[in-house]
């Protein structure tokens, strides 16, 4: 016999689905901000809705959503508002900044929500050992990174889009901060450090320091030597 729920079980599962579906209100906002040109509030909109999704899975294991609610799918949910905040509000972010020039910005556009959709529909985006396979689709953090931290210029952004989309499907290991299973510690208080990193460059923007930029480079070479590690060293060999 199914186990029953009460009505409060069922509000709670029910609260968690729409707590899980505000990210689509600051994705909305975000692009309202992007279109004004206020990159600075994009972004902090962008943060917002990875923040959700950082937090309804644990709500939702924690309230046995899926148990209360079997035919209500969060995850359905996730996937259409994590599309909108990790591709296409990203995406415009970088065309509207006019880091790329000419029909390279476009191009580039265009080639960062094609790639992302087709990786959504590949089987295996995470491993058995929890690790993100292949680049994931965080073009929020690299839009971030591009506006916010490398300025790079023209040429330098058409490069990392493309060597960033090729390795969308290139079998490297990324690391999953919330499922880490090695490095654990370390993962999750360099993901913590970055998130304090980006608020603050960008609440200062368009000022820069110069010691929240090294901590920005820092940050994101911990997280080169993971994927080296997991790829070709102790994750394998795990």
Known sequence: MPPTFSPADKALAWSVHLFTATG???????ILAV?????????????AAQLIDGVD?????????????PHVSGKNIDFVIDFASYA???????????????PWNLAATFLILLVSAVYYGKEGMV??????????????????????????????????????????????????????????GPTLAVTAVTILVLVAITYLYPDRNAWLTALAWGCLAYFAVFVVW?????????
């Open 35 to 47: 279109s004004a040109g206020d990159f600075r509030a994009a972004m902090f909109w962008l943060l």
């Open 127 to 184: 491993s058995d050992d929890y690790y993100f396979v292949g680049f994931p689709v965080m073009w929020n953090m690299a839009a971030f990174y591009m506006i916010f931290v490398f300025q790079w210029g023209h040429w330098g952004n058409v490069l990392l889009v493309a060597v960033l989309s090729i390795l969308h499907f290139v079998p490297i290991k990324v690391a999953y901060p919330s499922r880490a299973t090695h490095w654990r």
């Open 88 to 102: 296409i509000v990203p995406a415009y972010m970088i065309y509207e900044s006019g880091l790329m020039h000419g």
């Open 230 to 238: 997991a790829t070709w060293v102790g994750g394998k060999r795990a």
């Open 57 to 69: 899975g644990t709500l939702a294991r924690r309230f046995r959503v899926t148990e209360v609610l």
């Open 24 to 30: 689509v209100l600051a994705v909305f906002m975000a």
